[in-house]
């Protein structure tokens, strides 16, 4: 698919849609968006047509994806006490929609690895108990829907911590309720959910989903994900033997098997009793976003797009923001991407239907010198490449 640039409309603004995914490490995608715009006006001083800039900071369901959702909405996170994967407090940060119907959680504001990087991990009793504030907090809030973004997580205790903070009990062969962590998913029995928030039944809950590893086995979430989360070869195969134990019960009790389902794996297991018990939705994260920002009807009426991360590699055309930004915007309309790196041949470019990548990199530098100049580059390089674009309506 080859990209052919609109036929310029005199008198009518020029329309370039910015649409970025965060810089990870440097800078957040609302900021970047901001950059990017400032070169794209920069560039059309002193055109005879007026440039329109439309900004949409994006994410893909993973890191930063709260941060884009408020910078698209306007509105500010709000925050509710909470604990980190292994119990401690921490102050967790979640997002309201300007209607109040929608709320979203970034899990890992409450279960995320980097909250961990003071002490040795334990991954067997890591929990995902500390998302359910959050979660309560939307219910409080009165919202109808929940987007919960899952990457990056600490733990492999298939969401069950999640479930017993908003009221449900797992409970072993005794009746006792079994301690936090997927350790102990082993002896489980039953989920007693007859303490469970009402309210979690009637929210819709769509979960931000981009891989599709299964629950159990060796693509499942204890196999693969459960080394970077600190366990051992014996913590695996117990992990994997608690998240087989829990699909059993889940089975047993609701009819639905959550092994056969792509994507339970993610997260230690996160989606699967959502989607066993709540009839939650896994969606991939980048469509998700797209659809709740209305990204299409944004990218329709653009002359122009420009899209970028921080690193434009060969994973970028696989779901990933770029992507989703150039299967969304109409086939004669330049794509354009700005990134930290540049790694993707242009051949690959051609077939993907990306028009141009630039680097905004000037030169050999520190990678702590690139974060501190990572704005002002990243709005140099937008300058330079919409001037190539904007000299037509000089």
């Keep these: 698919m080859s990209h052919v640039c609109h036929t310029p409309h005199t008198g009518a603004p020029v329309r370039v849609a910015v649409v970025p995914d965060s810089f990870k490490g440097s800078a957040r995608a609302v900021d970047v968006a901001g950059a990017m715009a400032r070169g794209v006006r920069e560039a059309f001083v002193g055109s005879d047509t007026p440039v329109e800039v439309d900004t949409l900071p994006f994410a893909d369901g993973g890191e930063g994806t709260l941060d884009a959702l408020l910078g698209a909405w306007g509105t500010t996170a709000r925050t509710a006490d909470t604990t980190d994967a292994l119990g401690r407090p921490v102050r967790a940060r979640y997002g309201l929609s300007p209607d109040g119907r929608t709320g979203v959680i970034e899990a890992a504001e409450a279960n995320g690895l980097p909250l961990l990087a003071d002490i040795p991990l334990r991954p067997l009793e890591a929990t995902t108990r500390g998302i359910g504030p959050l979660a309560a907090a939307l219910l409080d809030a009165g919202v109808e829907e929940i987007l919960l973004c899952i990457g990056g997580s600490a733990t492999t205790d298939g969401g069950v911590g999640l479930l017993t903070a908003l009221g449900a009990q797992p409970l072993d062969a005794d009746g006792a309720q079994l301690p936090d962590g997927g350790g102990a998913l082993t002896a489980l029995e039953r989920l007693d959910l007859s303490g469970l928030d009402p309210r979690a039944r009637t929210v819709r809950w769509r979960i931000a989903c981009d891989v599709t590893n299964p629950l159990v086995g060796p693509a499942g979430a204890a196999m693969v994900f459960g080394p970077q989360k600190g366990a051992t070869a014996a913590d695996v195969r117990t992990l994997d033997t608690g998240l087989n134990r829990l699909a059993d019960v889940l089975a047993r009790d609701t009819g639905t098997d959550v092994r056969e389902r792509a994507g339970m794996g993610a997260a230690g297991g996160l989606p699967a009793p959502l989607v066993a018990l709540l009839d939650a939705e896994t969606v991939p994260g980048s469509r998700?976003?797209?659809?709740?920002?209305?990204?299409?009807?944004?990218?329709?009426?653009?002359?122009?797009?420009?899209?970028?991360?921080?690193?434009?590699?060969?994973?970028?055309?696989?779901?990933?923001?770029?992507?989703?930004?150039?299967?969304l915007t109409p086939g004669n309309t330049p794509v354009v991407v700005i990134a930290g790196s540049v790694s993707v041949p242009p051949e690959r470019l051609r077939d993907a239907g990306i028009t141009a990548a630039f680097s905004i990199a000037r030169g050999p530098a520190s990678l702590e010198r690139m974060r501190e100049e990572v704005l002002p580059a990243i709005t140099e390089t937008a300058l330079h490449c919409c001037r190539l674009f904007a000299h037509r309506y000089a």
């Design 288 to 327: 998700l976003v797209a659809e709740v920002l209305g990204a299409e009807r944004l990218l329709a009426r653009a002359d122009l797009v420009l899209t970028g991360e921080g690193s434009f590699d060969g994973q970028s055309l696989s779901g990933k923001v770029v992507d989703s930004v150039r299967r």
